[in-house]
């Protein structure tokens, strides 16, 4: 399988890069930053170097073309709400629009809990920012595409567990990117799982077992 990742060193995509190879995929992804090339190379992926802000719609499609599956992982991070609609909002449109001329119609997105962080009674930034994430969910959601939109808790660094808890309504905690990432994977190997919104948290059951669960409901 050909897998193209927006976003690929980031944290999640960087991960994801790493697990898709080692399980036999072919991986490329577009990111931004020349210093990267030779990370990038290292782990055996050839990536495009583009900016999602300012590519071409031509360059995208260029790059894509030939992928099984596109994922978007890439984020502004915190940055300005301008960045924010830039990159979460308006990247993932275009990313949307150029799966789509291209045909390529298997799309994953890394999401966010609408709800996260209610308790913490966020900036304007944040709430911004969760607006943004909703619109792409909303967008993506109603696109002809074959779409699973993922939707993880608050991100850590610490080892992967091997375990979560994925369903379609979870509460929100947080999770690890390597469970994040090997739950991408997973999800990208099972083509049963389609159009579906997915909470994904720490938890207890195995990511097979659980995206198994997912796929024949
Ligand atoms: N943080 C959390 O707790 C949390 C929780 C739920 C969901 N999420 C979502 O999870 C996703 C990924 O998280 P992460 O930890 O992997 O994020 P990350 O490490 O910040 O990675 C973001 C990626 O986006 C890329 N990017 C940003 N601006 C770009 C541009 N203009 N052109 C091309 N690439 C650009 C970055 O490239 P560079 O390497 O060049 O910066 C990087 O590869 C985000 O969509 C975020 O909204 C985060």
Known sequence: MKV????ITGGIGLRLARILKARGDEVH????NSNQTKEL???????TLGDLLSIEPEHLTDAMR???AIVFSAGAGGGSNTMTKAIDGEGVSKSIAAARLVG????FLVSVFPEAWRERHMDEGFEHYITVKKHADIELSQSDLDWVILRPSALKNEPGTGTINLGVAQIHTEVRRDDVAATLAELIHTPAVSRKILELTEGSTPISKA????SSH
Request: charged share 10%; hydrophobic share 45%.
């Open 104 to 107: 390529i119609s298997r799309f």
């Open 41 to 47: 190379n290292s782990i055996g992926v050839t990536a």
């Open 29 to 32: 992804g577009l990111y931004r």
């Open 211 to 214: 995206v198994g669960a997912i």
């Open 4 to 7: 193209f990742i927006v976003g």
């Open 66 to 68: 030939g992928s099984n």
